[in-house]
């Protein structure tokens, strides 16, 4: 991809971090302190990480240098599937507001993997080819995270309302 392209693949990921960065930081001033809560900061952390990255990259890229990606495996992540979904398990005053942060952020986190997953297919050099890619991997994790808590949310909110069938 030449360097113009890359500049605006890499400004475009950059706008989705800080948006992601931007609606958990905000997101956590209106949970109620506990498990909740505490992944949504984590959340937080994860994007302002990879805005940091990402903002690096595209100085090295617009300086006229090559991607730096040396750095990425650093920043890799482990799944935390179950550590939402022990939150929602466990937490007795869970409501509707919830259930919508985290439908929410599973929008976010599914557009970015969706524009991740496209970047790494226009790439046209290894490395970054596997900055996207990496970076696809990333909100793919963040998108099951939240989907799993969703969905044990969702039901239990359907069961607290009494709709059926389930």
Known sequence: MSEEGMVALLKDALQLEIEGWLFYRGVTYTLPEGAVRDVFVYLTE??????????????????????????LGALKETTHDEVLADAVRSATDLSQHEASVIHTGMLLERNSWEFYHAAAEKATQPDEASLYRQLEEWEKLHLHLLEKAYDLLKERIWAENRFAPF
């Open 46 to 71: 994860q994007e302002e990480k990879h805005r940091q990255y990402i903002n690096k990259e595209l100085d090295h890229v617009q300086a006229g240098s090559m991607l730096d990606i040396t750095g």
